[in-house]
């Protein structure tokens, strides 16, 4: 029996069931070499992803929406510092998202950063110069910094882009009613009510126009308006109660002021309002408290270091007046009170050593804005101090020395 050789065939090749096999082994070789790489590569996610689904991962990063969400959720709670937090985060991951930047900017403007709130306007007309939300918190900043006439012509050009925007229009209206000019003011309001009844700030704005016609009380049902609307929003509040002790209904501006309290405690401004309420009324212990509360949580406040000093003094607390007054001097206020008050403090301490340097600076400063009621008092009080003669002589050595 003779065998052909297969010359197609080579000497080294294998069987063809063995190439097969073969083939398969470095397949599966190759797929778990491949495998082994990814996992190295990606082992640190791959553990992340392992503990998140027990429950012990860290917490991934919000997206930008998700930290405007907790902004938004903070304002209507009445938690503005968590907010601006928030949004601030909310534009640092999305820089060029507009309604972000608008909303931090009204918050920065509520709290009196003007700077911050500039630097947002400023962002959204990067943006888009034709953006009315830019327009409109420059409007709002230049009113609330006293720049009326400014605030009505940079208003004015951007009713151009939107006409009929509620908020560029109220803020509008406020800059005429600054600039005492009442009809066109109160036309405005009226457009941005019209434009928009169910925003608080608009609502706001409209009991602010029916206050310089003289209607209190129209006033007064659009504040209580603005508070249903926007109820942990602080300002309406204010305002409410600041009208109702206009018009001596007493009791309900201090109710008023304190819901809000319930609402916020930390609140200084309302613990000074309330002081000032309890001060109309002569019930000066009750005031006493809520001053020293104030200037606790905002001691910058002049105002509340002045309320606190005049409460002290009518008390015959010199110590306590001469501390308080000092603390409005420190906040860098520039009423008179802080200065005269504290120089009679300091005499009728005994103290005329200390009295003659703070009455001299008071009698300077009632000089130089020509405040003559201030100056027959401190004429008053100099008569007073020089008939004492421990006061006269060390007015004599301070002068001498």
Aim: net charge negative; with cysteine; charged share 20%.
């Amino acid at each position: 029996m003779h065998f052909r050789r297969d010359w197609s065939v080579s000497f080294l090749a294998k069987p063809p069931g063995q190439r097969r096999r073969r083939g398969r082994w470095l397949w599966l070789l190759s797929l778990m070499l491949l495998t082994y790489i990814v996992i190295r590569l990606n082992q640190g996610q791959i553990e992340q992803a392992m503990e998140e689904s027990l429950g012990r991962g860290p917490t991934a990063t919000p997206f930008a929406s998700e930290y405007a969400r907790r902004g938004m959720e903070a304002v209507q709670q009445g938690d503005i510092p968590a907010a601006i937090a928030a949004l601030e985060q909310a534009v640092e991951l999305q820089p060029q998202q507009p309604t972000y930047r608008y909303e931090l900017g009204k918050l920065h403007l509520n709290e009196g950063d003007f700077i911050a709130a500039a630097l947002q306007a400023q962002g959204i007309l990067a943006l888009d110069p034709r953006d009315v939300r830019g327009h409109t918190l420059e409007v709002a900043r230049m009113t609330f910094t006293g720049e009326a006439e400014a605030a009505i012509a940079r208003g004015r050009a951007a009713l151009e882009a939107d006409a009929h925007y509620a908020p560029l229009l109220a803020h509008l209206a406020r800059a005429y009613l600054d600039a005492a000019r009442i009809s066109e003011g109160v036309e405005y309001a009226e457009r941005a009510l019209a434009a928009d009844p169910q925003n608080a700030d608009v609502q706001r704005t409209y009991a602010y126009a029916l206050l310089f016609l003289q209607d209190r009380e129209g006033a007064i049902a659009h504040l209580r308006e603005a508070t249903r609307l926007a109820p942990h929003a602080a300002a309406a509040y204010l305002e409410l109660a600041g009208v109702l002790l206009a018009v001596d209904r007493n009791r309900e501006a201090i109710d008023t002021y304190e819901l809000l309290l319930s609402r916020d405690p930390q609140h200084a401004r309302a613990n000074l309002r309330l002081c000032q309420a309890y001060t109309k009324l002569g019930q000066f212990n009750q005031a006493l408290g809520y001053c020293e509360d104030a200037t606790k949580l905002d001691s910058a406040d002049g105002a509340a270091w002045l309320q606190l000093g005049e409460l002290r003094y009518n008390q015959r607390d010199f110590s306590g007046t001469v501390a308080a007054l000092e603390g409005c001097v420190a906040s860098g206020s520039q009423a008179l009170a802080c200065w005269w008050m504290r120089a009679l403090s300091h005499y009728y301490l005994g103290d005329c050593e200390a009295a003659w340097p703070v009455w001299t600076a008071a009698q300077q400063r009632a000089q130089a804005i020509a405040d003559l009621t201030v100056l027959a008092y401190l004429a008053e009080a100099e008569a007073a101090m020089i008939a004492d003669a421990e006061c006269a002589a060390a007015r004599y050595v301070l002068g001498n020395s």
